[in-house]
């Protein structure tokens, strides 16, 4: 039997090739020659799908891990007994191609078939990787036991399309002066704004401006936006940002039991939006609700609400 230790280094990063067959649905090629994966775990425990927002990474835990508080030995994901599978979003490089959830999740059936998974336990995801699930249960029901979604809707809000059409038309403006990242760290600062709360920012960032007519909030955003240009090129960017508003998930076709989280002030995937995904789910196994200050971050910043929640739904998945 393996000890602690031994368990918690059971990481494994794969590049899947892609088939020469694969095409986008608007028929378009990616750069992409794999699917690059991480399983965390060993290789033939019972495997659970774990998908962030468009900026997370197949890293599910340890030191580059996005979601170390929830995946990992005894946590709420428990890789004693799963092998918790994260994956890079396409496009890998940084380009530019119509893409949707759609798309993402034929090639994670790509993956799971090379992997020689013909069931996945569960698959959990939050923000985009939530429209993802949504698709892949669409497309796939026999391929998954249950699906988790938090902050994640069948359809693109409108307030988020909005947001994102001018976040994208600064960085389309910054690409023509060849400027890509002065205009992909304004669209990140407009993207925290919508990403978090009034009430967080009222309550930890001093208004008063300084001399030179910026305040702590300013400050704050623009060394967000800076640190993201370290993550994400600009085309690649723009590639995620449209597959989010491409979302189209009829909630009547998805027979996968599913299980619902939403955070109150989450303005991107706001709690009425998903209500009315809860209500025409076929098999909704269960809508929460967690009250936080970090709106649609709240995923990131909200471990322990989250944990009984995704501890729960794993223990009913199959």
Known sequence: MLNVRERETLVEDLALPIPASYRLASGEMLADDAIRLRRHGRAHAPAVIVLGGISATRALNGPDGWWDDIVGTGRAIDTSDTCAIGVNFSPGGDQRVRMSPDDQARLIAYALDELGIGRARAFVGASYGGMVGLAFAQAFPERIGGLCLISAAHQPHVLGLAWRGVQRRMVEFALAQDAPEQGLSLARQLAMITYRSADEFQTRFDRTIDESGQNELDRYLISRGEAFLRTMPAKRWLSLSEAIDRT?????????????????????????????????????????TISSQYGHDAFLKEPRQLSRLIKSFLEGAQ
């Open 248 to 288: 189209d998930v009829t909630p009547e076709r998805v027979s996968t039991p599913t299980t619902l989280i939403a955070c109150s002030s989450d303005q991107l995937t706001p709690w009425n939006q998903m209500e009315e995904l809860a209500k025409r789910l076929p098999r909704l196994k269960g809508f929460h």
